[in-house]
């Protein structure tokens, strides 16, 4: 596993505190700092924003403070050293396994997508869960992301497009041989709902794959050639054994 990943960090040092101290900064001002990223990196953080009122946030128990000195005093009275941060949550995303703090009301979209950079999960619907293109593979099942909150997802294990691209799994090619996509932005969705569909029913009929669709939209209207590809998707699987 690269540097990059965490297992298991759901402590939180001073150290790591101060570093990781949620700054919210407004106004008409530059504000910058800098914070330990999900994947553990510190970064520097530069924000232009229109309000003038700063506040820095409490990582352990999300209170709001008007200046870094009042924060450092909080956590020392309140927060033992190695306190358990709040809303710690272990996931394993295409086979790498990644640690977070979420916020409660944080999306299992919002987290794949913003923070983990898996652009493949949309939001087509405004987070209604109408359209299927945000679906992803939890622990086997197709489930839309944007109705499902990411600290529910502790221990899951997900999958997304990218991992089954990367898995080269048969859906890719067949899926482009059968000009599935027009404008696209819904296919990584067709597709997550497509490998959930073969991974349990290995020959499956077309009435099974429309079923499987059904809360998936395209707006540019290829539902025609999704059935064949899936088909085709099944029959190169079952030659691989």
């Known amino acids: 596993m ?77 927060h033992e050293e190695g306190a358990v941060a709040e809303n710690a949550i272990n996931i394993t995303v295409n086979g790498d396994e990644y640690s977070f703090a979420v916020q409660p009301n944080c999306t299992l979209r919002d987290l794949l997508r913003n923070k983990l950079g898996l652009t493949s999960i949309k939001d087509m619907c405004g987070g209604y869960g109408a359209c299927g293109s945000c ?48 404008c696209g932005y819904c296919i990584p969705g067709f597709i997550v709902t497509a490998k959930a569909l073969l991974d349990t029913n290995h020959n499956p009929s077309e009435e099974d794959i429309m079923q499987a669709f059904a809360g998936n939209i395209c707006r540019c209207g290829t539902y025609p050639v999704h059935i064949p590809a899936v088909l085709e998707a099944a029959g190169e699987l079952s030659k691989g054994g």
């Open 135 to 182: 679906s992803v593979i939890v622990d086997g099942r197709p489930v839309l992301s944007c109705l499902v909150l990411a600290i529910d997802c502790d221990g899951a294990n997900i999958e997304t497009t990218e991992g089954i691209s990367d898995n080269n799994h048969p859906l890719i090619e067949s899926y482009i041989k059968h000009y599935c996509a027009q």
């Open 2 to 78: 690269s540097e990059e990943k965490q297992k298991t960090p759901k402590t939180i040092s001073r150290r790591e505190f101060l570093k990781d101290a949620g700054i919210v900064v407004g106004g008409t001002a530059v504000g910058s700092a800098f914070f330990l990223s999900a994947c553990g990196k510190e970064v520097e953080v530069t924000k232009t924003v229109t309000d003038t009122v700063t506040k820095y946030v409490c990582p352990v128990c999300s209170q709001e403070f008007s200046s870094l000195d009042a924060l450092k005093t909080h956590f020392d009275e309140a």
